[in-house]
């Protein structure tokens, strides 16, 4: 390492030691202060290699701070000196990776796919199609491609990296864990569940021979096995698998408790819990995640809302909606203190009081809640906005039961219809429902021109609906 290259490494460490310490503001001064410094060089004409290194420790100084507006501009200035290089430049390959990698952050995929490939070229110029350093770029373009939908392309980077790996430290190798696992989850977002489980069980096998049965590792290769039996239909497997490496990661003491990988593992565990019927044992998991984040967290803390929600739903499918009412309360009193009275995020656990309301036959307050959330959401979202149907479609059930104008629902129904129509098509399941209900009110209303043409466009979408299901 020479001098300059002591200096940068220098400088990122003492960026991220200010960062861990707490010292952002420190961290900051430190990466304008070099920054005013390189400016200051290319304004000279300075545009070489180190003034690209330089930009580069800042640009990852600043990605280490969140400020990502910054690291967008630096990327930028970067690309002005990096076009005018030639791959030949020691460590340029090193920098298109690092950008590969900022660009991919910020969601300038193509920008990232361009830096990846340049840097890919120059590696196997360098060291040859069968070298391990490949591997790292081809992963950063299979993540990207993945991203905009090139998922054959995708695929064919990550195999072409599994084969590298294979041919340089064999088919059992740690290494492959990574490239497998990104395999695996593209192929099943393509509904290739058959295809996924294949590499799946290949990491579960690595991390049980490296690590033995007992290692959390193996729990997080189960999960993964568990979402592909939950995508064949095989729910009783996915549940066992779940409830096992839930139990292995948790004895091995592999990650915190409040871990987010974790908790997802919980939530989706407790779903599919409910979804066989088994619902007290999943709450007893959405109480524990609840608990967790109180303990970590404080009592008050937004992040407890997701999960009160959670549990309140769980509490209203098996018709507690008393314990249902609490939850939602709280939830709404902790988003209300945190976000205003007029923030659209407070109407999700207030629409969801509503309903719980309802059932519990409290219908003034329900109606006061439901009329709450389409002023917000109608401010938020505009009239004719999904989430204001959401709201609409909910305040027809509660109006309906105080006994309000037929009249006043009517025109109600006509504004959720007008909406579904736009958002779910005019032949939806949405439409024909809401249709029935604008039938209904037409004729107990004794509107029968209006009626009559509606009756007949539902009777068409009636068949049309008949005929899929045969078909």
């Known amino acids: 390492m020479n001098d300059f290259e002591r200096e940068l490494q220098e400088l990122f460490d003492e960026v991220k030691n200010l960062i861990r310490m707490g010292n952002k503001n420190d961290a900051v001064d430190l990466l304008r202060a070099n920054y005013e410094a390189v400016k200051e060089q290319m304004n000279a004409g300075a545009k070489g290699i180190e003034e690209a290194a330089i930009l580069d420790i800042i640009a990852l100084g600043y990605m280490a701070i969140g400020d990502f507006k910054s690291v967008g501009f630096i990327l930028d200035m970067m690309n002005e000196v990096v076009d005018s290089l030639k791959d030949d430049e020691l460590h340029l390959d090193s920098i298109l990776m690092h950008m590969g990698s900022m660009y991919s952050t910020l969601d300038k995929f193509e920008k990232s796919l361009h830096a990846y490939q340049r840097a890919a070229g120059i590696m196997e110029n360098t060291c040859g199609k069968d070298s391990t350093f490949l591997v790292t770029p081809f992963l950063g373009m299979a993540k990207v491609l993945g991203a905009v939908g090139r998922a054959t392309k995708a695929v064919e980077m990550y195999q072409r990296a599994i084969t590298i790996l294979e041919s340089s430290r064999g088919a059992e190798g740690e290494d492959l864990v990574v490239p497998l696992f990104g395999l695996g989850n593209l192929l099943l977002k393509q509904g290739r569940a058959m295809d996924a489980e294949t590499h799946f069980i290949r990491v579960l096998n690595i991390y049980t021979k490296l690590y033995g049965k007992s290692d959390g590792r193996v729990g997080i290769a189960m999960s993964s096995l568990a979402h592909v039996k939950c995508a064949k239909g095989n729910v009783d497997e996915a549940i066992y698998l779940y409830q096992n490496s839930l139990q292995l990661i948790k004895d091995s003491n592999y990650m915190a408790l409040d871990d987010s990988i974790m908790e997802k593992m919980r939530i989706d565990l407790a779903e599919l819990l409910h979804v066989v019927g088994r619902g007290n044992e999943g709450r007893v998991l959405l109480e524990e995640c609840l608990l967790i984040n109180e303990k970590n967290k404080g009592k008050d803390h937004p992040s407890l809302v997701t999960h009160m929600m959670n549990l309140a739903t769980s509490y209203s499918r098996s018709n507690n909606y008393v314990e249902s009412e609490r939850l939602l309360r709280r939830s709404l009193e902790i988003m209300t203190k945190k976000m205003g009275t007029d923030d659209q995020s407070i109407t999700f656990p207030m629409l969801q009081l509503a309903v719980t309301l309802y059932h519990l036959k409290q219908d003034e307050e329900a109606e006061q809640l439901a009329l709450e959330v389409l002023r917000i959401r109608e401010t ?92």
């Open 380 to 471: 938020a979202f505009g009239r004719d906005s999904l989430p204001v149907g959401e709201a609409l479609d909910c305040l027809v059930s509660i109006q309906t039961r105080l006994g309000k104008d037929d009249s006043e629902l009517l025109k109600l129904l006509k504004r959720i219809l007008s909406i579904q129509e736009k958002e779910f098509g005019y032949e939806s399941e949405e439409v024909v429902e809401t249709l029935k209900k604008i039938v209904h009110y037409l004729d107990k209303s004794g509107r029968r021109n209006e009626k009559i043409p509606l009756q007949k466009r539902l009777s068409v979408l009636r068949k049309k609906n008949k005929q899929r299901i045969h078909y």
